[in-house]
C-alpha cells in the first residue's frame, strides 16, 4: 500500500508574505494587532496567530480607532480603505501582489468607463474587495460571472467596452470554459494580458491531476474555506477518484481508506507543512502505508517583498 505525494502543494508565495507581514507587525508593535479576515484561508495557521496577538475581524469598524490593522492577502475593496483612513488607522496590506494585479486592471478598465465582468464565486472575500474596487463614477459597471449560464444571460449589445477579469484561486479548466464563452459571444471583450489564475493554483491543479492518475484516494490538506483547496479536492474527484478535503489528520476517517491501494496526498495554498508531515507519518505508523518517492517541495521560484517599513 504505498502514499504519493505531490511535490508541489502547500504555502505559495502571497501566503509566506502573509503570514510572515503578520508575524512582523507583531515583533514590532505588540499585540493586540487587529486584521481584517482572516489572513488567510487556513484555521491551523489563523489559530497560531491568534495565539501570538493577532485579533482577526471581520468588519473594519471592530477595530479601535487609531490602532494597527493588516489588510488580508484576500484584498479590501475602496470602502474598507477609506474607512480605515477615518479611524486613523496605521495600514499594513498583506493583499497578495496577484490580487493587486487584478485590482490594479479592474481600476483601469473602471477609469475607461467599460463594464468589467469579475469570474468568481460569490461571497468570497477575495471577489468581494476586487468588485469594491471597481470605481462606477466614470459610468462603467462590475457583474460576477459564476457559471455558464451567466454568461449566457448577459445583455451587453458587444464587447467593445466590455473586460474580464477573474479570482485568482479558480479551477483552470473551469474558467476557460466561461472566457471561451466569453469570447465567443463577445468577440472584441477585453480580457487580463497574463492569465489573472495565481502561478500556484494552476501548479498544485496539474500536479493534482497527475496525481489522480496514480491514486485510488486523493486526501487534500486545506480548510473549508480555502477556496484553491476545494478546487483541488474538485479536480482530483472529476477525475474518477475518492477526494476529501482535511484540516488536519484528526478529519481523517480509517473508512476511506478500506480498499485502497494507492492513496495520494497534497494540499492547498495556505496548508503548513506539518500538517502534511503529520499525516504522512500517521498513513505509515496507523495504516502500514508507505511513501513513495520524496517528501521535498518543488521549488516555484517566486518570492514578494515585504511592504516598505517591515523590510
Known sequence: MKIRLADTRGFCAGVDRAIEIVKKVLEVNGAPVYVKHEVVHNKT???????????????????????VVIYSAHGVSKVVESNSREKGLEVFDATCPLVSKVHAEVNTYAKLGYDCLLIGHLNHPEVEGTMGQFDTSYGGSITLIETLDDVENLKFTDGKNLAYVTQTTLSVDDTLEITNLLVSKFPE???????????????????????????????????????????????????????????????????????????????GASAPEHLVKELIDSLEQDYGYSLQGSREITDEGIAFRLPKGLR
Not at 46 to 51: A, T
Not at 190 to 199: F, Q, S
Not at 247 to 259: K, P, R, T, V
Open 45 to 67: 495557521v489563523v489559530d497560531e496567530l491568534k495565539s501570538l496577538g493577532a485579533v482577526f475581524v471581520e468588519e473594519i469598524e471592530e477595530v479601535p480607532d487609531g490602532e
Open 189 to 267: 471583450i477585453t480580457g487580463p494580458k497574463k492569465d489573472d489564475i495565481c502561478y500556484a493554483t494552476q501548479n498544485r491543479q496539474d500536479a493534482v491531476k497527475q496525481l489522480a492518475l496514480e491514486s485510488d484516494l486523493v486526501l487534500v490538506i486545506g480548510s473549508i474555506n480555502s477556496s484553491n483547496s476545494n478546487r483541488l479536492r474538485e479536480i482530483a474527484e472529476r477525475s474518477g477518484v475518492d477526494s476529501y478535503l482535511i484540516d488536519s489528520i484528526s478529519d481523517l476517517e480509517g473508512s476511506w481508506l478500506e480498499g485502497k491501494q494507492n492513496i495520494g496526498v497534497t494540499s
